[in-house]
């Protein structure tokens, strides 16, 4: 298979669980709901995870508030895996670099919010895509959203990697999967290659079951063995990775050889910043369906006002209607054809027109798995994990039913079993309520809430937390993780009675075998 010619020392075929993963959800299963006043015996215990759905920093926020009221409320020992994709792993990626977090979240909570208010000056910024450029074979667009806009969000520029973070590993803590998809297989329709997880152990596809070592994620590959190894993802690169759009009207490509950072002054950095925030800006624009052509023109007058720095930034800007020298980045916009794509310098590049086919890259492109999906549900379908109920937090800023909708489908072609899910009226999708069960044969039971609901919201206050927006003040920080944490708070007593049913149907199966 050629997509098989990807990252790590071997690649291993098969659907079983790695080691790593089964000896931690072992120890983890050892915990209980006993501090709730639920008693069973270990193999009655339900198999729960929680999986978080995307939405910038309102999925961050959203989960954390969520996951302290879990705490709060003695229910976050019973969680067994917690997944998620996009917005919902920076809070992971938080989360876990802390050994043990989920016994003192509350300080946890305090750390990210701290954070959260600091800033990353454009030199730091600027200096950590330097050195992407010169450890990488492929650098590419999530290198640069990574540093630009993930850093204007989470307001760190976090080196670790997966290999650091096992050490710090608990099995007190739920097993993490963050997810991304694969962007060829998306758009071929090709379901069963399309979700790819990524544990502190393995990374692969998690339908066909194709997996490699973490360590090696981002290596050259051929015919499954490993020809040539590239530095180890760390934590900056993977959340830009797990939070990298694709829009389609405007083609960006990034040359930055000549870049001498420590040339730059803090003033002159703060400049060049500028222009590539609005060339970010640009990106969300589009993502919204909105006109960039206002940013574009702020382009050119940020442009023209930095020549004194030209010679030492190499950027340059075309668009249709003609080139303008400056620093880093090429921007051609073709009509209605739109696309992010980051390929290192080539002469082709400079012609006048530059075909569709560009987008087609000979290795395989990871992106952010909301635009298929926008929750994790397919890595927790998988048999071998054996999951009896999900607990689902969606956090979506339109519809909250679409990531259930959409599983239920994607299950459909591929023969899973997923609770079947009715269609909701337009009245509930902007009004939903804020806890639903969805129940199916040999099926997990689903838990679905909504993060702004007819409970917690006079109003649904999406526009309050739009998916691109800067970064959110300490005050919708503080409303937010309110909103969410009400929401596990309102429905304890429902929790507990859909984990109870579980454990009965558990002990009724195991009876019917006495």
Not at 321 to 338: D, N, Q, R, Y
Not at 395 to 409: G, I
Request: glycine residues 6%; contains cysteine.
């Amino acid at each position: 298979c050629p997509w098989l010619i990807f990252y790590s020392i071997t690649v291993r075929i098969g659907h079983s669980l790695n080691e790593a993963e089964k000896n931690h959800v072992t120890s983890r299963r050892e915990s209980s709901l006993h501090k709730c006043g639920v008693y069973s015996l270990q193999e009655e215990m339900p198999n729960i995870a929680l999986v978080a759905s995307g939405g910038s920093e309102r999925a961050m926020l959203g989960l954390l508030g969520s996951l302290l009221a879990l705490f709060q409320d003695d229910l976050l020992d019973c969680v067994l895996y917690l997944a998620g994709l996009s917005g919902s792993t920076w809070c992971m990626v938080s989360l876990y670099k802390e050994p043990n977090w989920s016994s003192k979240l509350e300080k946890v909570k305090e750390d990210i919010k701290n954070k959260l208010g600091g800033n990353i000056s454009f030199k730091e910024k600027f200096k950590k895509l330097k050195k992407y450029y010169r450890e990488k074979d492929n650098f590419s667009l999530t290198d640069f959203w990574a540093v630009l806009y993930i850093t204007m969000i989470v307001k760190e520029i976090d080196e670790q990697t997966f290999s650091d973070l096992r050490s710090k590993q608990s099995t007190k803590d739920p097993y993490p999967i963050y997810t991304v998809i694969d962007k060829q297989s998306h758009e071929d329709k090709l379901d069963a290659d399309t979700f790819v997880e990524i544990t502190p152990h393995e990374t692969g596809y998690s339908i066909t079951g194709a997996f490699v070592d973490t360590s090696s994620f981002g290596s050259q590959f051929d015919q499954g063995a490993q020809i040539k190894d590239q530095p180890e993802m760390d934590m900056l690169f993977l959340q830009g990775e797990l939070k990298q759009h694709m829009s389609w009207s405007s083609v960006y490509f990034v040359d930055i050889k000549q870049t001498d950072i420590r040339s730059l002054s803090a003033p002159h950095a703060d400049e060049a910043g500028q222009v590539l925030l609005n060339l970010v800006e640009v990106n969300r624009l589009v993502l919204r369906e909105e006109d960039p052509s206002s940013h574009i023109t702020v382009l050119k007058d940020l442009l023209r006002g930095i020549h004194h720095i030209t010679n030492r930034f190499k950027l340059s800007i075309g668009v249709i209607t003609g080139c303008f020298e400056g620093c880093i980045v090429k921007l051609h916009i073709f009509g209605s054809f739109i696309c992010w794509i980051f390929v290192l310098p080539s002469n082709f590049l400079y012609s006048a027109e530059v075909s569709p086919s560009v987008c087609r890259e000979t290795i395989r492109q990871y992106v952010d798995a909301g635009i298929a999906i926008n929750s994790p549900f397919l890595p927790l379908l998988r048999r071998e994990r054996h999951i009896d109920l999900i607990v689902s937090l969606d956090f979506s800023e339109n519809d909250p039913f679409e990531s259930l909708t959409e599983t239920a489908k994607t299950c459909k072609r591929l023969h899973i079993d997923f609770p079947e899910v009715p269609k909701m009226s337009k009245e509930e999708k902007s009004a939903p309520k804020d806890f639903y069960v969805f129940e199916g044969h040999n099926a997990p039971a689903v838990i679905h809430i909504p993060l702004f609901n007819i409970v917690n919201c006079d109003d649904k206050g999406n526009h309050k937390y739009t998916t691109f927006q800067g970064p959110y003040s300490s005050d919708l920080i503080e409303e937010l993780l309110e909103k969410a944490g009400l929401n596990i708070k309102n429905n304890k007593r429902s929790l507990l009675t859909e984990i109870k049913k579980i454990i009965q149907r558990k002990q009724s199966h195991i009876c019917s075998f006495c």
